[in-house]
T-cell receptor, first 114, second 114 residues
Framework: SQTIHQWPATLVQPVGSPLSLECTVE??????LYWYRQAAGRGLQLLFY??????ISSEVPQNLSASRPQDRQFILSSKKLLLSDSGFYLC?????????????FGPGTRLTVL | GENVEQHPSTLSVQEGDSAVIKCTYS??????FPWYKQELGKGPQLIID?????GEKKDQRIAVTLNKTAKHFSLHITETQPEDSAVYFC?????????????FGTGTRLQVTL
């Protein structure tokens, strides 16, 4: 079966510090990968998605970037965090078996920028 | 782009009663409509979905209906139980190349009381 991991689970960072969040998927190959942000009490906003190694599409202009160095690894980064970057970051994957429709989410990373 | 509206934002029902959550979407090209359940501090869990070529789908106590003409879809939970208490999100998507991008509603907090 497929599993998706995210780490760290929680993170507290000062304004202006760098960020690196990691997401890995097991049990599938060639997945589509997604990064979402969820502000407190709000819905999910798609930040980036990737259909293959090195292929990144950005949905909203922002202080963040994404990379996909390996087939099942997706990284969310920032060079200098802003207060507004605080939130719950979720990684998701979709696979060929469902024609890439069904998306399955990881446990999330709670980021607090102080 | 796609816009998804979800109502109500909060819903309180007594155990054993039914709960209905409604969503509308704007993009007539959207063809996939999942529903997610999110418990506190966790990632969203896919509970049921429906494709545009189907009007209704049922899985035990959960059902989803889709009206393509009116561009709205609904989640129905019957015989609610305390463990159904969570935040529920609807979403709509259409394929863009090999990616399926989800646009989420703002969520419904369901509280099932004893």
């Amino acid at each position: 079966s497929q599993t998706i991991h995210q780490w760290p689970a929680t993170l507290v960072q000062p304004v202006g510090s760098p960020l690196s969040l990691e997401c890995t998927v097991e049990g599938t190959s060639n997945p589509n990968l997604y990064w979402y942000r969820q502000a407190a009490g709000r819905g999910l906003q798609l930040l980036f998605y990737s259909v293959g190694i090195g292929q990144i599409s950005s949905e909203v202009p922002q202080n963040l970037s994404a990379s996909r160095p390996q087939d099942r690894q997706f990284i969310l980064s920032s060079k200098k965090l802003l207060l507004s970057d605080s939130g719950f970051y979720l990684c998701a994957w979709s696979g060929r078996a469902s024609s890439y429709n069904e998306q399955f989410f990881g446990p999330g990373t709670r980021l607090t920028v102080l | 782009g796609e816009n998804v509206e979800q109502h109500p934002s909060t819903l309180s029902v007594q155990e054993g009663d039914s709960a209905v959550i409604k969503c509308t979407y704007s993009d007539s090209a959207s063809n996939y409509f999942p529903w997610y359940k999110q418990e506190l501090g966790k990632g969203p869990q896919l509970i049921i979905d429906i494709r545009s070529n189907v009007g209704e789908k049922k899985d035990q106590r959960i059902a989803v209906t889709l009206n393509k003409t009116a561009k709205h879809f609904s989640l129905h939970i019957t015989e609610t139980q305390p463990e159904d208490s969570a935040v529920y999100f609807c979403a709509a998507s259409r394929r863009t190349g090999t990616a399926s991008k989800l646009t989420f509603g703002t969520g419904t907090r369901l509280q099932v009381t004893l």
